[in-house]
């Protein structure tokens, strides 16, 4: 097989239907949180994470009463219903249909009000110009093979003013070779260029065997694509921090560094 094994406009079908299995195998990120964790936000007490620490206050307030906040690829029943109980109204888009049932079971459960939709990060065409006060959008553009798309339709649909509000990994940890063997004895190997593409950069079985074990297609975008064209979009990058992934260390490197990157821009016209 060659490259074309998997069409690039699939990525996001078949990404889709892999993450509908993670739910029913109730992977980490497909848990909905807890009643009481949701009363707590009822009454003020609440947090959200886009990596492992939470969100300052100077990035999201805890007075968001009355905003409009897109939950954007960040479905599962964690981020927004948190959100919503604090008062936001709260939509959620991901491509993953039973991702999003996991916010809307928490909804019926917890009497909340909030919006699904299901569809793809880059094409945002659901919602008018300016509809949004705040978008959140953690550790998911990894599944789709281009950014221009997402952060333009970002740009578009929030207010001026808005605020994006984006984790993603550090590019770096897709150069090495998925070798545990090398890795238990502390060794790593670079082995891929960036930006990496599982459909491209892969060998055709390593592909392939990756297809047929029901794994994501993922991609590492470089820096100039995550933080770069947000601007080239029209952002200003406001907030920037290096963080650890919340379920950090998975990979060798990860003893050594902080994996994830947080970014905080903002519409300003």
């Not at 060659?2 to 993670?22: L, M």
């Not at 919006?115 to 919602?127: H, K, N, P, V």
């Amino acid at each position: 097989m060659t490259k074309e094994r998997i069409e690039i406009n699939k990525v996001v079908s078949h990404n889709s239907q892999v993450w509908d299995q993670y739910v029913k195998n109730q992977c980490e990120w497909s848990r909905p949180v807890s009643a009481e964790l949701i009363e707590k936000a009822k009454n003020g007490d609440w947090e959200v994470h886009i990596t492992r620490r939470p969100l300052a206050n100077d990035w999201l307030p805890k007075d968001i009463k009355g905003k409009n906040i897109l939950c954007l690829a960040a479905a599962g029943g964690q981020q927004a219903p948190v959100l919503a109980a604090a008062g936001a109204n709260v939509t959620v888009f991901d491509a993953s249909k039973k991702q999003l049932e996991q916010d809307l079971k928490v909804a019926k459960r917890d009497s909340l009000v909030l919006e699904t939709i299901q569809g793809d990060m880059r094409d945002l065409s659901a919602f008018n110009d300016y509809s949004f006060d705040y978008i959140v959008h953690p550790i998911s553009n990894l599944y789709v093979p281009c950014l221009k798309n997402v952060w333009q339709e970002c740009y578009r649909v929030l207010k001026k003013g808005g605020v994006l509000l984006a984790s993603f990994y550090n590019p770096v940890l897709f150069i090495f070779e998925r070798d545990q063997s090398l890795e238990s004895q502390s060794l790593l190997k670079p082995k891929y260029k960036l930006p990496y593409s599982d459909v491209i950069s892969l060998g055709a079985q390593a592909d392939e065997d990756k297809l047929n074990s029901g794994e994501a297609i993922t991609f590492g975008h470089t820096l100039s694509d995550q933080i770069g064209q947000q601007i080239s979009a029209g952002f200003v990058i406001a907030g920037f921090y290096e963080d650890d992934h919340p379920s950090s260390p998975r990979f060798l490197i990860e003893r050594y560094m902080q994996g994830m990157i947080a970014t905080k821009a903002v519409k300003l016209e």
